[in-house]
């Protein structure tokens, strides 16, 4: 096919089908196996309605030593996506959660002992603000 005849993408990428229905999502797994590391206490329970995905709990209780949990929304699916929402990640070890996560850990990483980071991240997908360097928090 010639590129200049090649039909316009559709306004907000792949993510347009998301606006052509809603749904209800509640689901809690008790363990499951991922990369050889036992992950416990999966739970979901979201809404995606008209176009904004509403997420009420999406947490992890063990997962490589540590907890996770997000919640917030992300609206304009399909269009322009903005987040606003919450993130509180824990973990006793860093260095078995970056490898899991496909990083290789810093030397000092293993020095660490318990790390926490919460923080909000409010904005536009494609120039978000927050995190720890924008009102969030670390913590050893």
Known sequence: MDPAKAPAPAPGGGLAFLK???????AKVGNLTFKDVE?????????????????R????????GGQ????????????????????????????RLLRL????????????????????AKGALDATSGGPAGGGSGRR
Do not use: M, W
């Open 20 to 26: 052509t229905f809603d749904a209800n999502v509640q």
């Open 39 to 55: 992950i416990e206490g999966v739970a979901l329970d979201a809404t995606l309605q008209n176009g904004t995905l509403t997420v």
């Open 57 to 64: 709990d999406a947490s992890v209780a063990d997962l490589a």
């Open 68 to 95: 996770a949990k997000l919640a917030g929304t992300i609206a304009g699916l399909g269009n322009k996506p903005s987040v606003d929402g919450s993130f509180d990640v824990r973990t006793k070890d860093p260095v």
């Open 101 to 120: 996560a496909g990083v290789t850990p810093p030397d000092a990483a293993a020095r660490l002992g318990s790390v926490e980071f919460q923080g909000k």
